[in-house]
T-cell receptor
Framework: ETGVTQSPTHLIKTRGQQVTLRCSSQ?????VSWYQQALGQGPQFIFQ???????GRGNFPPRFSGLQFPNYSSELNVNALELDDSALYLC???????????????FGEGSRLTVL | QQPVQSPQAVILREGEDAVINCSSS?????VHWYRQKHGEAPVFLMI?????EQKGHDKISASFNEKKQQSSLYLTASQLSYSGTYFC???????????FGKGTRLSVIA
């Protein structure tokens, strides 16, 4: 059973560019969440996908968008990059338990984005 | 609503105990605890559901006070391997995302 994998691990972009980050969820997990973690801060919730539908969104502008595929892998797209978008982007997959409870989050190692 | 963690940082000697607190202004459905070591992804420790349950994980345990909307993580007889940043994540109901606090940095020294 493979864990959560993210790609790329590191990337550098310039202001105004667009970026796509990818995540393969753990086998059997139908929920994927994306978090942004700035240096020294806690993970900030961006959005969550459940069975290919967006199932909650944090306080991020529309230029942050996502997608979940039938195999439950996911993408995070960020348009018109800004300097403040520099951060570690974490993907986490989880099973959905009874009552809609979020189960244990299994995090990938993250994609570190630097915007110059 | 982001939960509030305290303290922000703590330094312990091996064998000492520590308590990390997490509080919310909203009624909680569940509380999660994660530990993140420098340069690594957060790793799950435990989930607590409303009902005031307490859980243990080796020498790390936690409680959840539903009335106060607070959870506490107890680290007993700390080991060097306990060093890292501890995050609580809270859910206000089913089908809502997990929102993390800013973290508590724990350093255990010999």
């Amino acid at each position: 059973e493979t864990g959560v994998t993210q790609s790329p691990t590191h990337l550098i972009k310039t202001r105004g560019q667009q970026v796509t980050l990818r995540c393969s969820s753990q086998s059997g997990h139908n929920t994927v969440s994306w978090y942004q973690q700035a240096l020294g801060q806690g993970p900030q919730f961006i959005f969550q996908y459940y069975r290919e539908e967006e199932n909650g969104r944090g306080n991020f502008p529309p230029r942050f968008s996502g997608l979940q595929f039938p195999n439950y892998s996911s993408e995070l797209n960020v348009n018109a990059l800004e300097l403040d978008d520099s951060a570690l982007y974490l993907c986490a997959s989880s099973p959905t338990l009874a009552g809609g409870l979020v189960g244990e989050l299994f995090f990938g190692e993250g994609s570190r984005l630097t915007v110059l | 609503q982001q939960p509030v963690q305290s303290p922000q940082a703590v330094i312990l000697r091996e064998g000492e105990d520590a308590v990390i607190n997490c509080s919310s202004s909203k009624a909680l459905y569940s509380v999660h605890w994660y530990r993140q070591k420098h340069g690594e992804a957060p790793v799950f420790l435990m989930i607590l559901l409303k009902g005031g349950e307490q859980k243990g994980h080796d020498k790390i345990s936690a409680s959840f006070n539903e009335k106060k909307q607070q959870s506490s993580l107890y680290l007993t007889a700390s080991q060097l391997s306990y060093s890292g940043t501890y995050f609580c994540g809270t859910e206000i109901s089913g089908n809502t995302p997990l929102v993390f606090g800013k973290g508590t940095r724990l350093s255990v020294i010999a």
